[in-house]
């Protein structure tokens, strides 16, 4: 059974950092297009960060320079590295599994059950 | 970027009755890389179509998709009332991602 779990999500202060991670399971991380998305309060969802199965990496404007997305390949395990925080990247972070290539890559089958990023004095 | 918008922002209907979702690029999307997603409250989205037209694994045949280049429907024939959430179309065929503002279905 394919499972992805998030954690790290908290309550961090503006110009903070924090690291998420995801532990998958029922799959191989390195074998799939992996992204995060968001989700403000209330709001819609946003693309956030992709790593395609070949390493490459991507990143909406809104977090360039300053979020780095990676992964475990030993640990099956996708992480998203966020630095200089902001009042505007509070959200809910999903972890999303795509397909195994450029066709299906960008499209979400599984999905985490998110965790909360509160940026805040 | 690709803006998508949805309408109507809300639909209130009954269950048993038709709904109809638009979702409207503001450039050419190939069907290949539109899709169509439904998240209840507190849950993480789930897929539901793909491909502008095929129906994820285990997604009942009373939701289908239809569309091309720039205008792209989803259709549940009869809602169930497990079907009142809120519905977001996406494109990955031109980076960035992008999905759309979404269209919440309400119970009338």
């Known amino acids: 059974e394919v499972q992805l779990v998030e954690s790290g999500g908290g309550l961090i202060q503006p110009g903070g950092s924090l690291r998420l991670s995801c532990a998958a399971s029922?799959?191989?991380?390195?074998?799939?297009?992996m992204s995060w998305v968001r989700q403000a309060p209330g709001k819609g969802l946003e693309w956030v960060s992709l790593?395609?199965?070949?390493?490459?990496?991507y990143y909406a404007d809104s977090v360039k320079g300053r979020f780095t997305i990676s992964r475990d390949n030993s640990k099956n395990a996708l992480y998203l590295q966020m630095n200089s925080l902001r009042a505007e990247d509070t959200a809910v972070y999903y972890c999303?599994?795509?397909?195994?290539?450029?066709?299906?890559?960008?499209?979400?089958?599984?999905w985490g059950q998110g965790t909360l990023v509160t940026v805040s004095s | 970027e690709i803006v998508l918008t949805q309408s109507p922002g809300t639909l209130s209907l009954s269950p048993g009755e038709r709904a109809t979702l638009s979702c409207r690029a503001s450039?050419?999307?190939?069907?290949?890389?539109l899709t169509w997603y439904q998240q209840k409250p507190g849950q993480a989205p789930r897929l539901l179509i793909y491909?502008?037209?095929s129906r994820a694994t285990g997604i009942p045949d009373r939701f289908s998709g239809s569309g091309s280049g720039t205008d792209f429907t989803l259709t549940i024939s009869r809602l169930e009332p497990e079907d009142f959430a809120v519905y977001y179309c996406?494109?990955?065929?031109?980076?960035?991602?992008?999905f759309g503002q979404g269209t919440k279905v309400e119970i009338k």
């Open positions: 999303a599994r795509g397909g195994t290539g450029y066709t299906s890559g960008g499209r979400f089958d599984y």
């Open positions: 029922g799959f191989t991380v390195s074998s799939y297009y």
């Open positions: 790593i395609y199965s070949g390493g490459r990496t």
């Open positions: 450039q050419s999307v190939t069907s290949s890389y």
């Open positions: 491909a502008a037209s």
């Open positions: 996406q494109q990955y065929g031109s980076s960035p991602g992008t």
